[in-house]
């Protein structure tokens, strides 16, 4: 809405402020050229990827036993990307989190599936908590400065470029965030979830200066009414902002561990919806802190040595419970070893703070933000119905060079006049019987279709079988479903293991087990 940037420029105006509303996306934030570059931005990082999600918002592609980074996109599972881009930057070490019920299917992912050079640790948790809970419960594991990444997340941005703006402007929090016109919108509804959910919905509005690329504030654009609010003294310092109203989280992040113990203090749940606002709101607070770092290091002495965070073996570390080398659940302290090693990282995250940048009591936390434009590289969430077909589109259509899905075309078994197009992608032992057509679509492993099957712009998940005379035009299949002979799906999606009537004519439909008895035969 223009109602409140109207109302924010008029009363910026009458306070002599400046500031400039334009699409941000447009320019190229935290260019890595105005920073020192980084050999490998592997080095002196940690890398954690969230991969517990269960895909509520994906409703109903994920399965009740299996994580939503496991679904496919462009045959290969969506948490197979964040590795690769890991092991592209450097990194030789990754942390992966997940359920404690998705462990098993992970681990065999990893084992079987990834084959990759990075040395996987699987962390499961206690059940499905929110981001911020699942960082809050590794905290003996993270040492230094880590990078957070969901498994819903597919990109090929430079991380490089996070790092070097994270370590001049000496951040607490550097976050990534792409443009609302990186994907294009795919052209069909792909059924009636999708075609409510508008990616634009989520957009959040974010202040930028120019000059530091600091972020002074983010807010979702449904949480503001008519008005939105600036601290006099954060325009007193910042007198020009870009103002954008058409970027997306993308939900890849840069912390500082001190942001564990601002999670822990504060009891917080979630990294969107409570870590990251809590860290911009509290820029430029003298006190912000001060509950973290707590009110009786803040005379202590300084001292050099105490700047090492994990050096010394000033801090008490917590046993790790390990069965199979690969897996390991945090084992919770007494209380007494917990405020033994809360008093050592108060003093420890003081002194940090006060070795490496001028000391001001109120610029302590700083956030910074990296945008991929429009052009510049790849940045997709595949995080609702919607955004989870456009990835998979986007990736049919050849946009993503660096990671390209493979296709087992030349080896599948078709029949006499069956056709596979260019444009579409198969997986291992497809078979197809005869006068078959495939066109822009994605077919997993062990697919089998029979005579004069049509399939146009639709995602088929492994071991999926279709009968004979079926038409399928723009849906999503689930793994293990039947589609029985003669079926007709437009706009469709059918959930893991779910058997389609014969005969069945379905448009703008979630076929599920609660749905069997409202289908037309």
């Known amino acids: 809405s223009l109602s409140p940037l109207l109302r924010l420029v008029h009363a910026i105006h009458r306070a002599s402020y400046r500031i400039i509303v334009m699409d941000i996306a447009s320019n190229s934030l935290g260019d890595s050229s105005a920073a020192p570059a980084l050999a490998r931005s592997g080095h002196g990082f940690q890398a954690v990827i969230l991969a517990g999600g269960d895909g509520s918002r994906i409703y109903p592609l994920a399965k009740p036993v299996s994580p939503k980074a496991l679904l496919p996109i462009g045959n290969r599972p969506m948490l197979w990307y964040q590795l690769k881009l890991l092991e592209e930057h450097g990194f030789s070490e990754v942390i992966v989190v997940t359920q404690k019920a998705f462990e098993e299917k992970v681990a065999r992912f990893l084992g079987e599936g990834y084959q990759g050079s990075l040395k996987v640790e699987i962390v499961r948790i206690k059940s499905n908590e929110g981001t911020a809970a699942a960082l809050r419960q590794i905290r003996p594991k993270i040492k230094t400065n880590f ?41 069909s509804s792909a059924a009636s979830p999708c075609a409510a959910d508008d990616p634009h919905a989520e957009a959040d509005v974010i202040a930028v200066d120019p000059s ?92 050099r040595a105490d700047s090492t965070m994990s050096g010394g073996g000033a801090e008490p570390t917590s046993p790790v ?113 005869e006068k078959c057509s495939v066109k822009k679509s994605t077919i997993g492993a062990n697919v089998s279709v029979g005579n004069a099957v049509k399939i146009l712009n639709s995602i088929i998940h492994d071991n999926v079988v279709v009968e004979d005379d079926c038409v399928l035009n723009n849906v999503v299949i689930c793994g293990n479903a039947v589609i029985r002979k003669g079926s007709s799906l437009k706009d469709c999606q059918v959930a893991f293991g779910f058997e389609v009537p014969a005969g069945s004519d379905c448009q703008n439909e979630a076929l599920t087990a609660d749905e069997l008895e409202n289908i037309v035969i």
Request: with cysteine.
């Open 321 to 433: 419970a390990s069965d199979g080398g690969m897996s390991g659940e945090i084992t919770p302290r007494t209380p007494r070893e917990e405020q033994d090693r809360h008093n050592v990282r108060h003093r420890q995250h003081r002194a940090l703070l006060k070795s490496t940048r001028e000391y001001d009591e109120s610029d302590l936390i700083r956030c910074c933000i990296v945008v991929s434009g429009p052009g510049e590289a790849t940045c997709i969430r595949a995080h609702t119905l919607q955004s989870y077909v456009s990835a998979n589109r986007y990736l049919l259509a050849g946009k993503y060079a660096k990671f390209s899905p493979v296709s087992h075309a030349d080896s599948a078994d078709c029949g006499d006049r069956s056709v596979i197009s260019k444009e579409a992608i198969v997986g291992e032992n497809f078979r197809a019987g």
């Open 147 to 187: 990078f957070v990444l969901s498994s819903d997340v597919v990109t090929d941005v430079l991380l490089h470029r996070m790092a070097d703006v994270h370590t001049v402007n000496d951040a607490m929090m550097t976050m990534l965030a792409a443009s609302t016109k990186t994907v294009e919108k795919g052209k």
């Open 212 to 303: 530091s690329t600091r972020v002074l504030y983010l807010a979702s654009q449904s949480d503001i009414d008519i008005s939105m609010s600036f601290r006099r003294k954060m325009l007193r310092k910042f007198s020009s902002l870009h103002l954008s109203t058409s970027l997306l989280d993308a939900h890849v992040y840069l912390f500082s561990p001190l942001v564990l113990e601002i999670m822990e203090e504060n009891g917080m749940q979630s990294i969107k919806g409570e870590l990251v606002p809590w860290l911009v709101r509290n820029q430029f607070r003298k006190n912000a802190l001060s509950s973290v770092l707590g009110e009786s290091c803040a005379n202590e002495p300084f001292s």
